[in-house]
Every structure is written in structure tokens, then in C-alpha cells.
């Protein structure tokens, strides 16, 4: 299978400085912190309606050799609304595992692997329909993978059709 080829004014690089000047922006939709069971419900609700979605865990950082943390934090994304999941604050074990079961909802994201793998060491599960953004990216050429950059590069790409 071929990979489908980008608009050739698509950059492949960009430089820390040029990431710099791009003017800041900020998200513009809804951010729930989800603490009940019945906002849990509704994001669920709101969720299994989407067909793609961003997808991210945060984790503590360790700064020495042997130190390891579990994940506290699973953030969900559509265009509309960000779900924030504190882990120690509810079991959402079952949420995310139906989540990312969902053949009909895709999970896009950077460095998935990483968080799909910690998040297997709190509760089983079966992540299908998973698109790690930073792979996609390397095989189109990038040698930049990481979320900051390529949504530099998109912007630039944006902006330079207009």
C-alpha cells in the first residue's frame, strides 16, 4: 500500500525559533474535569458519538534512576470539549477500556505507545483503532514527530495555502 503523498508546500522541519513567532492559541472549546459518576455518564455519552479523538495521559515525572510513576491523568479530546480524567479520583477503568476498545472511534495521538503501555499496568485492555500522529509523520518524511512541531508545521501549511 502506498502512502498518500502531502501538498508539496508542506515543511518537514521547523526550527525552535520559527515555533517561537507563530502567534499562540488557545483552545477554544469546554474543559471538563469529570469527579462524578455522573459526569462520567456523560462524557461516555459524548464520546462514543465521536468517530476520532485525541488521546493523552500525563504522568508524574521521575528524576532518578529506578523512580517510576503510574499515570494520574487520561485527557480526552473532540472538537468541542477536552475530558479530563484524574485517575485516583474515579474508577474510569471501564470508560477507557470501552473507549479504546471502540473500533468506530479513532484515537489519535503522539507517543501512544508509551501511554497505552502504562496505562495497561493499572487495568487490562485492548486499544484498537489507534493512530499515532508521530509515526504517520515519520513515514511522510518528518524527522520532527513531536505534538508542538507537527502543529507548527500544520499551521504553516494552513497559512501559506491562504
Not at 518537514?12 to 455518564?41: D, K
Not at 475530558?83 to 477500556?97: E, G, H, K, P, W
Not at 497505552?116 to 520532527?144: I, M, Y
Request: charge should be positive.
Amino acid at each position: 500500500m502506498s502512502t498518500p503523498l502531502l501538498p508539496l508546500e508542506y515543511r518537514r522541519t521547523i526550527s525552535s525559533e520559527e515555533i517561537a513567532r507563530l502567534p499562540i492559541r488557545r483552545y477554544q472549546g469546554e474543559v471538563c474535569v469529570v469527579a462524578t459518576a455522573e459526569e462520567l455518564e456523560q462524557a461516555l455519552s459524548d464520546l462514543r458519538q465521536e468517530c476520532v479523538v485525541g488521546f493523552d495521559t500525563e504522568t508524574r515525572p521521575a528524576f532518578r534512576k529506578g523512580e517510576d510513576y503510574l499515570p494520574c491523568l487520561v485527557q480526552v479530546a473532540t472538537a468541542r470539549r477536552v475530558y479530563l480524567l484524574q485517575l485516583q479520583r474515579l474508577d474510569f477503568s471501564r470508560v477507557i477500556t470501552e473507549l479504546l476498545a471502540n473500533p468506530h472511534i479513532v484515537k489519535a495521538g503522539v507517543a501512544l505507545a508509551g501511554d497505552l503501555g502504562q496505562l495497561k499496568r493499572l487495568f487490562p485492555l485492548e486499544p484498537v483503532s489507534v493512530v499515532d500522529l508521530g509515526h504517520v509523520a515519520k513515514r511522510h518524511g518528518n524527522r520532527q514527530t513531536g505534538l508542538r512541531s507537527l502543529a507548527a508545521l500544520l499551521w504553516w501549511t494552513l497559512e501559506s495555502r491562504q
